[in-house]
């Protein structure tokens, strides 16, 4: 069921490069016909920014192996998140559902916290609970944060596995040192963070300073142990989220420094799953995504990420804070190439739905579409519309080339990205709700400097008949951040 029906969005350019665009994509059918199920793994990155990558402009940042990915596989261009922050962004993957419908916003919390009751409630679909249904070996590793206590944990909502840090690695903290002067030190005894297998603490608090070579051994360790029968890996790591950590061996390598430093080493964790898929003869029967949670951290400065081109960052609903650097691979079948389109997490549920042949429930909205033609290259994107969520209010929406911003504000006690713009605008620590929403042409202007509203009224009005339908389809659900 959908809240709307949205115009079918013309196919901005799927461009082949490298010798990989020379392969031809086959058809869902045939490969039904000629292989197993695919196994899915989602490797999603913790305030990784759209311009930390190689692949998406970075000069100083190595990223050899998501570079390869992506040029044997899909770089995508306007790929979105359900959120500018940890908590609903996660809801919003795993359920296909914008998390006003689950609970899982709010204006007061924005994410969960240590002292929180609340998670993502049982009446919840996740993509590890459908795929259960239908064969599938799930495995939940890393970062969770949608609840930190039964019966909201990864082990509660269909993932067979968990071995994580159930919150972001920078709460529980006990010394009184700021994060910025902890991250050049990396004493991770200043956060009593717990690490789990499935619901029991086996550490705390968690060395994370070899937290993403556990998290990349872990996952290898589901693949192998796993791969006898189609499965489902959630790889969803702690970093770059301060305080930023790293491993003996990846100290002092990136010129950028320890963020540098970082993000190299999620590049080698990166190679490591792809390699373990050669060897273990899994690489065409897999489908492997690499996104991030939300933007780039600003208030952190040089630790916390760049949007590159994208104005904004975490926290905020300008480009910077939802746009997140994507890539897809799927070798043999998945068409090689940089896909414009739009799509967002959201997307994902119903398109592992559809390429396992797995039957969701039609008893609920979701706002996820099925984007199996695009990865298989054969089709269009249905998706013509993305909304900017902050807490429980829409912020801005898009739809097509264009994006209306009807409230602005600015991102974590930082200054926006990109302030200079045309004509001049101030963004406030403060809402401000604009009378006449501002307009950019996010194909003409990605990077949301020229406002042109005032040449647009009719598109304006469009898309607000967008948002009013849009939100007449809310209904109000118990909120799970604020218990």
Not at 142 to 161: E, I, R, V
Not at 317 to 336: C, H, S, Y
Request: with cysteine.
């Amino acid at each position: 069921m959908k809240l709307f029906k949205t115009g079918t969005l013309a196919l901005a350019g799927i461009f082949s490069f490298g010798l990989a665009g020379q392969q031809s994509a086959v058809s869902a059918a045939e490969k039904t016909e000629k292989e197993t199920k695919p196994n899915f793994i989602v490797i999603f990155a913790d305030d990784l920014g759209y311009g930390d990558l190689g692949i998406f402009g970075n000069p100083v940042i190595k990223t050899p192996n998501l570079d390869k990915m992506a040029v044997e596989g899909q770089k995508w261009t306007s790929f979105y998140v359900a959120a500018p922050v940890c908590t609903p962004s996660r809801a919003g993957l795993l359920t296909g559902r914008l998390p006003i419908r689950s609970g899982m916003c709010s204006d007061k919390r924005r994410v969960l916290f240590p002292d929180s009751n609340g998670g993502l409630p049982q009446s919840e679909i996740t993509i590890a609970k459908a795929l259960k249904e239908n064969g599938y070996k799930t495995a939940a590793v890393g970062k969770w944060h949608l609840g930190h206590k039964s019966p909201h944990l990864p082990t509660d909502h269909g993932f067979d596995s968990y071995f994580g840090i159930p919150y972001s690695n920078d709460m529980d903290k006990v010394e009184k040192t700021d994060h910025f002067t902890l991250a050049e030190n990396e004493r991770y005894q200043a956060y009593n963070v717990p690490l789990l297998r499935d619901k029991e603490v086996i550490e705390r608090p968690a060395d994370q300073r070899t937290i993403t070579k556990r998290y990349t051994e872990e996952a290898v360790a589901r693949i192998k142990s796993m791969k006898q029968e189609p499965f489902f890996i959630y790889l969803a790591h702690s970093l770059p989220h301060i305080p930023l950590f790293r491993s003996e061996e990846f100290k002092d390598v990136s010129v950028s420094g320890i963020y540098g430093d970082v993000i190299e080493e999620i590049d080698w964790s990166v190679g490591q799953i792809l390699k373990t898929l050669k060897e273990e003869g899994l690489d065409e029967n897999t489908l492997v995504i690499f996104t991030s949670d939300n933007g780039p951290w600003h208030t952190f400065k040089t630790h916390g990420g760049t949007a590159g081109l994208l104005r904004g960052a975490k926290g905020g609903t300008f480009e910077g804070g939802m746009r997140e650097p994507t890539v897809f691979r799927w070798p043999g079948t998945l068409k090689p190439g940089v896909v414009m389109d739009m799509a967002t997490t959201m997307d994902l549920l119903p398109t592992f739905c559809k390429l396992s042949g797995t039957q969701l429930p039609d008893d609920r909205t979701y706002d996820g579409y099925d984007i199996s033609p695009l990865i298989l290259g054969n089709g269009k994107s249905k998706r013509d519309v993305v909304y900017y969520y902050r807490g429980e209010q829409v912020y801005a929406v898009r739809k097509g080339a264009y994006k209306a911003h009807f409230i602005t504000q600015n991102e974590y006690g930082s200054q926006t990205a990109h302030p200079i713009t045309d004509p001049p605008l101030e963004i406030t620590n403060a809402p401000t709700v604009h009378e006449t929403p501002l307009l950019y042409n996010l194909n003409i202007d990605p990077a949301e400097k020229y406002n042109i509203a005032e040449q647009h009224p009719e598109i304006i009005a469009e898309i607000k008949n967008v948002l009013q339908e849009h939100l007449a389809g809310i209904e109000p659900v118990e909120n799970q951040l604020e218990k």
